[in-house]
């Protein structure tokens, strides 16, 4: 089955600076990765979401990476927030199988330091 | 709409005893999940559902049963509980393939349970 790996587990940051997080997955036929945000005491956020034919994607101040032949994709957060803090987990599937089951990274915990 | 919502949000139990946790959704969603969250394990897929009357099993789901009777609630039951079901547990719900998406899974706010 997939397995999914999350790095760092947490993240400090000044606020105003950038984050990165980075995950691998295993299964090279996975071809949607997720992101989500939990803050605390709620269920998770889906903030952006990429598919394998592309490699990038932008939201205003988020965007993802992807690197397929590498199996690995980032989370870039710019100019940072003290709403950004939160944990981030990152996602893979094969979203055409039944049921887009999600396989999850561990989190990281972003701390934005104002 | 609602959303996602889940009952309850919290319950102690003791080793043994059984209960079912409740998920509800106003999306009209065909598909349906339970995770469980447990502290620097991010969340793990117990059972889901692509329909009303279909259920599957995720990867962890051991001690755990499931009933989607109707298209908009997806139940968690656990007939004996053991301490280490102490977890968080989420609801989640997203559209089908058939509607070419987006496949955002919509999360539930959780039910905290502790088995002691």
């Known amino acids: 089955g997939e397995n999914v790996e999350q790095h760092p587990s947490t993240l400090s940051v000044q606020e105003g600076d950038s984050a990165v997080i980075k995950c691998t997955y295993s299964?090279?036929?996975?071809?949607?990765f997720p992101w989500y945000k939990q803050e605390l005491g709620k269920g998770p956020q889906l903030i952006i979401d990429?598919?394998?034919?592309?490699g990038e994607k932008k939201d205003q101040r988020i965007a993802v990476t992807l690197n397929k032949t590498a199996k690995h994709f980032s989370l870039h957060i710019t100019e940072t927030q003290p709403e950004d803090s939160a944990v981030y987990f990152c996602?893979?599937?094969?979203?055409?199988?039944?049921?887009?089951?999600?396989?999850f990274g561990g989190g990281t915990r972003v701390l934005v330091k104002p | 709409n609602a959303g996602v919502t889940q009952t309850p949000k919290f319950r102690v139990l003791k080793t043994g005893q059984s209960m079912t946790l409740l998920c509800a959704q106003d999306?009209?969603?065909?598909?349906m999940y339970w995770y469980r969250q447990d502290p620097g394990m991010g969340l793990r897929l117990i059972h889901y559902?692509?329909?009303?009357?279909?259920?599957a099993k995720g990867e962890v789901p051991d001690g755990y049963n499931v009933s989607r009777l109707k298209k908009q609630n997806f139940l968690l039951g656990l007939e004996s509980a053991a301490p280490s079901q102490t977890s968080v547990y989420f609801c989640?719900?997203?559209?089908?393939?058939?509607?070419?998406?987006?496949?955002?899974?919509?999360f539930g706010p959780g039910t905290r349970l502790t088995v002691t």
């Open positions: 990429i598919r394998s034919n592309v």
């Open positions: 299964d090279s036929a996975s071809n949607y």
């Open positions: 989640a719900s997203s559209y089908s393939l058939v509607n070419s998406g987006p496949y955002e899974q919509y």
């Open positions: 559902s692509v329909g009303e009357g279909t259920t």
């Open positions: 999306m009209n969603h065909e598909y």
């Open positions: 996602a893979a599937s094969i979203f055409e199988a039944a049921g887009n089951k999600l396989t």
